[in-house]
């Protein structure tokens, strides 16, 4: 009898909010035959601790590796020849269930203020630092002949081709994006976060906490 092929691709990073993680969890499954792909999803591969939750000496994460989930499967099913097409090593995380929508909208105003207070006072900072106001002066009295004690058009235009280049540099005004390409700030938390990821797993790659084949 012909093996039947299952394609499984690991993901890698995955957040639950239950204790049991199912295949289907962290990596996707595909087999021709429909039966066999339900029943590998909705197969166990890994439980919690009861306390896992409160993230103790990191027990709120572990790694899989998919050496393991080869190994169940062909365990489980004994006919199937398995084909790995995503990550070798999935880290997988236990999460509290989102708070209200209060407390989420609390935390976003409180970042955002910290992100604008925080922005606005380095610009200050750095255009002190320069003296920007004296160059102004300078170009001004040069150009037109005269001092000024005033904000001359210099300062207007100049804090306006800062907002706009502030906006076109972020790609976003508001909710809407310019662009479909990717803003700098959701490039760098993918950095920083496939970053923090690959030491996760390296570090419990290192300490021989990583579910692996037997």
């Not at 049991?20 to 890994?46: G, H, P, Q």
């Not at 009295?141 to 800062?162: K, Q, R, W």
Request: glycine share 6%; aromatic share 8%.
């Amino acid at each position: 009898m012909d093996k039947k092929t299952v394609y499984i691709k690991g993901k890698r990073n995955t957040q639950v909010t239950c204790r049991d993680v199912y295949l289907k969890d962290i990596a996707t499954v595909n087999c021709s035959d429909e039966n066999l792909t339900a029943r590998l999803n909705a197969m166990k591969v890994y439980k919690f601790r009861q306390d896992a939750q409160k993230g103790k000496n990191g027990e709120n994460r572990t790694v899989i590796s998919i050496l393991y989930l080869i190994s169940r499967i062909e365990q489980a099913e004994k006919n199937v020849q398995v084909e790995s097409l995503g990550e070798q090593d999935m880290l997988v995380q236990i999460v509290e269930p989102e708070k209200g929508r209060i407390w989420k909208r609390a935390q976003i105003v409180f970042v955002s203020m910290i992100a604008f207070f925080g922005t606005a006072f380095t610009i200050m900072a750095f255009h002190n630092d320069i003296g920007i106001h004296k160059v102004f002066e300078r170009v001004f009295t040069l150009v037109i002949g005269h001092d000024t004690n005033n904000f001359t058009v210099l300062e207007v235009a100049y804090s306006i081709g800062l907002c706009i280049g502030i906006v076109l540099f972020f790609n976003h005004i508001g909710k809407r994006r310019i662009t479909r390409d990717p803003t700098p700030i959701e490039v760098e938390m993918f950095l920083y976060e496939k970053n923090v990821d690959d030491t996760l797993v390296e570090t419990a790659d290192k300490e021989g906490r990583t579910i692996d084949a037997p």
